[in-house]
């Protein structure tokens, strides 16, 4: 199938911007998404980007896509210890597969 | 109860037994998934339902048996599984043909096979 790699670690502290990368490589890819998994419960969807959007920003989060290089980014502004979690980036061509990441743990320190 | 429920939430079975995993949706959608999250491992497709017929099998092993009785219910049964298979089992819906094609999850089952 087709890949998603994200990063598995990232430790930031509280008040500073996270980061979370993610690389896909099926060129087809009409929706990415963002989604969120705190201890012990589902996934939970943050955010999501068309394929012919380079950037969108929702409060204190904002996607960037750079689909020339099947590039995806979340960031987060004013990272909270309520961000804590596990983000997970995904991709869709046709409505039923998402192809996820790995995921990647983020940990917001004091 | 809203979006999508999961029981039961905890299951410790022996390799011999038959157990069923129940996911509800009531958020009306006509599509729902099947995931296995296993540790170190993306998340896992294992079936789609659409309109109460399955659409998609990414080669289960037959130990695992979905059904859909109806759109708004779907369960997996369980016999003779490995501990192997032990993992938190993730029921999701979505509104086919509806863009962003977003999914909604349960909470999971988290399930141990001793």
């Known amino acids: 199938g087709e890949d998603v790699e994200q990063s598995l670690f990232l430790s930031v502290r509280e008040g500073d911007s996270s980061v979370i990368n993610c690389t896909y490589t099926d060129s087809s890819s009409t929706y990415l998404y963002w989604y969120k998994q705190e201890p012990g419960a589902g996934l939970q969807l943050l955010t999501y980007?068309?394929?012919?959007?380079d950037m969108k920003q929702d409060q204190r989060l904002t996607v960037l896509l750079n689909k020339k290089d099947k590039h995806l980014s979340l960031r987060i502004a004013d990272t909270q210890t309520g961000d804590s979690a596990i983000y997970f980036c995904a991709e869709s061509n046709s409505g039923y597969a998402l192809n996820f990441g790995k995921g990647t743990s983020l940990l917001v320190t004091p | 109860e809203t979006g999508v429920t999961q029981t039961p939430r905890h299951l410790v079975m022996g390799m011999t037994n038959k157990k069923s995993l129940k996911c509800e949706q009531h958020?009306?959608?006509?599509?729902m998934y099947w995931y296995k999250q296993s540790a170190k491992k993306p998340l896992e497709l294992m079936f789609v339902?659409?309109?109460?017929?399955?659409?998609e099998n990414n080669s289960v092993p037959s130990r695992f048996s979905p059904e859909c009785p109806n759109s708004s219910h779907l369960f997996l049964h369980l016999h003779t599984l490995q501990p192997e298979d032990s993992a938190l089992y993730l029921c999701a819906s979505s509104q086919e043909n509806q863009s962003p094609y977003e999914q909604y999850f349960g909470p999971g089952t988290r399930l141990t096979v001793t």
């Open positions: 958020l009306g959608h006509n599509a």
């Open positions: 980007i068309f394929s012919n959007m």
């Open positions: 339902y659409s309109l109460e017929e399955r659409v």
